[in-house]
């Protein structure tokens, strides 16, 4: 959930970096029109760039959390198992004796 959060923040990041590019465009003269589309396209492929990195940044980490926590449910089941195993040979001793 907070990777997805992450990952819509830094796509909408990247969209208002684009339209602001977009806006300077459209404001710009004539002569200087090129330069400032080629600037402005420049501009949205790193903010789209960016948003990209930080959508996988965050999916990547939240994988990762989500092994820890299975890896953490496998040790205390085994835990749980072991706590079973002797208790249950402790009471099988006590009987022999």
């Not at 977009?22 to 003269?29: D, H, L, N, R």
């Not at 396209?41 to 903010?47: E, G, I, L, M, V």
């Not at 990762?64 to 009471?91: F, I, L, R």
């Amino acid at each position: 959930m907070k990777a997805e959060k992450k990952s819509a923040k830094a796509h909408a990041d990247a969209d208002k970096t684009k339209a602001k590019a977009e806006a300077k465009v459209a404001g710009a003269s004539p002569e200087d029109k090129t330069k400032v589309e080629a600037k402005a396209d420049k501009t949205a492929a790193k903010a789209d760039a960016k948003a990209e990195k930080t959508s996988v940044k965050a999916e990547t980490k939240a994988d990762v959390v989500q092994v820890k926590a299975a890896g953490d449910k496998a040790v205390a089941k085994s835990e749980t198992a072991a706590v079973k195993a002797e208790a249950k040979a402790d009471v099988k001793a006590a009987g022999t004796k």
